[in-house]
């Protein structure tokens, strides 16, 4: 119960706002977000999405996001629990999003299976993740934290290679950034 709390304010803080709406932004029909946490990417959806289905482990998160989800023109419906098992139909939703969810899934393999199942052909998949760094100096910090970080921070990997992933899951993109906070 209080994972979620903390994660919720982190998350809520302002630098996070730009990336979130750049990543939703060709979002439409029927979206599928895994990772949901408590709603803080809903603000930023497109008029263009007409349903949202949410899949997220923590009961918490979901009443932390109940005031966020009745401010929202279309319906958001919770789904499920587990990214590695969506219980959605094969080629049922246009869009999925996962931000800061990639890090954390136990078996990410196994989501990025079903990412690609639940897609529709022509569907997109918008992703906003951390990772292992480019630096070799900083992978060396990213590898050293993470037992730390996998344990105060409900499983997440800080060196966790997301294009690599990506690609080995049979995902391309027309757009890749990559950047620095700046700080840890």
Excluded: M
């Amino acid at each position: 119960r209080v994972l979620p709390v903390v994660i919720d304010k982190a998350c809520a803080s302002p630098g996070f706002s730009e990336p979130r709406a750049a990543v939703v932004a060709d979002t439409h029909g029927t979206v599928l977000e895994i990772g949901f946490g408590s709603g803080h990417n809903l603000r930023h959806y497109p008029v263009t999405v007409e349903r949202l289905l949410a899949v997220e482990p923590a009961a918490r998160a979901i009443e932390l996001a109940r005031p966020r989800i009745e401010r929202v023109s279309f319906d958001v419906e919770v789904v499920g629990l587990d990214g590695q098992r969506l219980p959605v139909d094969d080629q049922s939703v246009d869009c999925v999003v996962s931000t800061f969810t990639l890090c954390t899934i136990p078996d990410v393999n196994a989501a990025l299976a079903e990412v690609r199942r639940v897609l529709r052909p022509g569907g997109t998949f918008h992703v906003l993740e951390h990772g292992l760094a480019d630096d070799e100096g900083i992978q060396r910090w990213q590898h050293r934290v993470n037992p730390i970080q996998r344990r105060v921070a409900g499983g997440c990997h800080t060196n966790r290679h997301i294009p690599e992933l990506l690609a080995g899951s049979g995902f391309r993109w027309d757009e890749l950034h990559r950047w620095y906070a700046g700080r840890p």
